[in-house]
Each structure stands twice: as structure tokens, then as C-alpha cells.
């Protein structure tokens, strides 16, 4: 079974800086799809970056971009210029391209961000 | 907003009582997907249905169970609640796999915050 790990329970950053959040997963498929959701105070999830496993290159999202080593299991989110609005509750998920299976979420990183 | 919408959102009930969760996925998607998040924790999955079949299934209480009805809403039955069943529960709908399709995310919707008193 596949299971997506997030290390980091909570993380700050000074506005204006650049914080990274660490997942990692294990699975035994090739194919598949990793993401990032946010769930701000209103406690909506909110899909802030998508990574199909056959593409080499990092997605991007304008401040948002990820570090994406397939072989590692590493699916880490880069956050540019950090904004009070980002201040959140941020979900690294995993999911299946072969089934039209669940999503596996890790239990989360809290981030603050400090004015 | 997702597209997806879920009914009511806070309910309120006292222990042993049933509840009934209620979601309509977006236009066009197949799967509908259950989540439970207790305060403060991350959301786990309970259940999967696709096309009014159920698909997937996770660490789902008996007490709890759910269906998709033809038209693609589902609803999410709580029964003989518990103090611990209190929690904001979470619909998610996806569209169906087809290739490398770019809609591979799940839109959720915003939950319904339940209370058990």
C-alpha cells in the first residue's frame, strides 16, 4: 500500500522569504500523481500544484514550485516569497494513474508565517 | 468554488442518533471520494465510489456507509454517533482516467462540520 510521510508537523517564515516542505512516499508503481493542497483557516482544501510522475521537469505555479526526485520518493514544495495568505495547512497527496483510485494524503505541515 | 457541494454544512446531534451527509460531485465526474478530518489531524480516507459502484475502501467504521445514486450524488449515513465521530467531513469528486488526462486531481467539497453532543 502506498503511504505519503510528512516530517515537518509545523514551520514558519519571515514574509517575503522562501520556505521548503518536505514529503516524501512509498509506492511500488511507475506511474502515478503527487500534490500539494492547502487548507487555509476556512478549512478548504485548495490544489495548489500537480506533478505527473512520467514528467522530468518540476511543475511550477508561480510562487509555488516542488523538487520532484522520482527516484528518492522525495516530493518536497518550494514556496517564493512568502505571503500572510500562505499561511495554512498544507497536504503533500499521493494518487494512483492506473486506478481511478483514492487519494492518499500525509498527515500535513503547519505553516506560519511571521510578519 | 469546485463545482463540487456538499449538504448541510454543520449539523448538529446528539449521541446514538443518524445523520445523513449529502454531495453532489462536479458535472462529469464519475468518482466520488469521503474523507474524515478530526481537529487538527489530516484526512483520512473512507471511502471511494465510482459510477454507483463502490470502488475503494478505508478504515470506515460499520456504523458508517454510503452509496452514489444514479445521478451521481452520494450520500455519506452515519449511524449510532459517538462523541468521537465529531468532525468535518470532506466529498472530493475526479474525473475518470483516460490517458494522460490533466484532470487528475480531486476538487473537494467544503465539508460538512459535524458536532456530536
Known amino acids: 500500500a502506498q503511504t505519503v510521510t510528512q516530517s515537518q508537523p509545523e514551520m514558519s517564515v519571515q514574509e517575503a522569504e522562501t520556505v521548503t516542505l518536505s514529503c516524501t512516499y512509498d509506492?511500488?508503481?511507475?506511474?502515478?500523481?503527487l500534490f500539494w493542497y492547502k487548507q487555509p483557516p476556512s478549512r478548504q482544501m485548495i490544489l495548489v500544484i500537480r506533478q505527473e510522475a512520467y514528467k522530468q521537469q518540476n511543475a511550477t505555479e508561480n510562487r509555488f514550485s516542488v523538487n520532484f526526485q522520482k527516484a528518492a520518493k522525495s516530493f518536497s514544495l518550494k514556496i517564493s516569497d512568502s505571503q500572510l495568505g500562505d499561511a495554512a495547512m498544507y497536504f503533500c497527496a499521493y494518487r494512483s494513474y492506473n486506478r481511478n483510485d483514492k487519494i492518499i494524503f500525509g498527515k500535513g505541515t503547519r505553516l506560519h508565517i511571521l510578519p | 468554488d469546485s463545482g463540487v457541494t456538499q449538504t448541510p454544512k454543520h449539523l448538529i446531534t446528539a449521541t446514538g442518533q443518524r445523520v445523513t451527509l449529502r454531495c453532489s460531485p462536479r458535472?462529469?465526474?464519475?468518482?466520488v471520494y469521503w474523507y474524515q478530518q478530526s481537529l487538527d489531524q489530516g484526512l483520512q480516507f473512507l471511502i471511494q465510489y465510482y459510477n454507483g459502484e463502490e470502488r475503494a475502501k478505508g478504515n470506515i467504521l460499520e456504523r458508517f456507509s454510503a452509496q452514489q445514486f444514479p445521478d451521481l450524488h452520494s450520500e455519506l449515513n452515519l449511524s449510532s454517533l459517538e462523541l468521537g465521530d465529531s468532525a468535518l467531513y470532506f466529498c472530493?469528486?475526479?474525473?475518470?482516467?483516460?490517458?494522460?488526462?490533466?484532470?487528475?486531481?480531486?476538487?473537494f467539497g467544503q465539508g460538512t462540520r459535524l458536532t456530536v453532543v
Open positions: 509506492t511500488s508503481e511507475s506511474d502515478y500523481y
Open positions: 458535472s462529469g465526474d464519475l468518482s
Open positions: 472530493a469528486s475526479s474525473v475518470v482516467q483516460s490517458g494522460r488526462a490533466k484532470g487528475s486531481e480531486a476538487f
